[in-house]
């Protein structure tokens, strides 16, 4: 099974954003896809619940104790969102279960302090070093017109991770999020130019290691 990753030890970074869009998007394209939402808010878990039955059908992955559980046999692309403050041995066993991470960072200086950390403690983990997985950067909440984003790019430009893409605020985001869909549920017409701040990330999880 093809699993993805979202982590950042900050709440409120974007990783239920990221994990119920890229789980709608890999459900659009026949892929069999479980979502698994560790953490305690469970807001990906409470979006999967309102999700239309109409809509590509996205599995639950359940957990216990903070750890996923067994995915469905049938499964082949997993989503796993984790919580806040996610470091040390939790860290590391689910990099066990994962072959690509996202970490979402916004352009706030408490989001790059807690991120600082966070790539140093990736970098020395067997998994990142053996190159067994792989670690990308998505920018949350970007504006390009403001002098915060630039300092984003900047600052993560000293990690040695690709910073593949810079996604937007907007309230299309919430009031999908609010019906259980995605913009990816939605008529692409409609959100177009939101939809191509996407594709950078697509292509970096579905393209040969």
């Given at each position: ?5 979202l ?7 974007g990783k239920s954003t ?6 709608s998007?890999?459900a659009q ?8 939402d ?6 990906s878990?409470?979006?999967?619940k309102?999700r239309?039955d109409?809509l590509?059908?996205?599995r639950?992955?359940?957990s216990?104790d903070?750890?996923?559980?067994s ?5 082949n692309?997993g ?8 470091h ?9 279960e994962?072959?690509?991470?996202v970490?979402?960072?916004a352009p ?13 403690e ?8 053996k190159?067994?997985?792989s ?7 970007v ?7 630039q300092?984003?790019?900047?600052f993560?430009a000293?990690f040695?991770?690709p ?23 939605l008529?692409a017409a ?10 950078a990330?697509?292509?970096?999880l579905?393209?040969?290691?």
């Open positions: 099974m093809h699993t993805i990753m982590a950042n030890p900050k709440g409120g970074s990221l994990a119920i869009h890229l789980a998007w890999f394209r026949d892929g069999i896809v479980c979502l698994g560790l953490d305690r808010q469970q807001s878990a409470q979006w999967l309102r239309p109409t590509p059908r996205i639950h992955w359940p216990e903070g750890m996923p559980g995915a469905p046999r049938e499964c692309v989503i796993l969102d984790t919580p806040a403050g996610l040390g041995k939790p860290l590391r066993q689910l990099l066990r994962a072959d690509r991470v970490v979402p960072v706030s200086r408490f989001d790059l302090a807690a991120s600082r950390d966070f790539f140093d990736l970098a020395e983990t067997k998994a990142v070093r190159d067994k997985v670690v990308a950067i998505v920018g949350m909440r504006d390009p017109r403001t002098s915060a984003t300092q984003m790019i900047e993560l000293q040695d991770l910073l593949v893409t810079c996604i937007r605020s907007a309230q299309r985001y919430v009031q999908a999020v609010e019906t259980g869909e995605t913009l990816f549920d008529k409609a959100v177009q130019s939101d939809l191509k701040q996407w594709q990330l697509l292509e970096w579905v393209k040969r290691r």
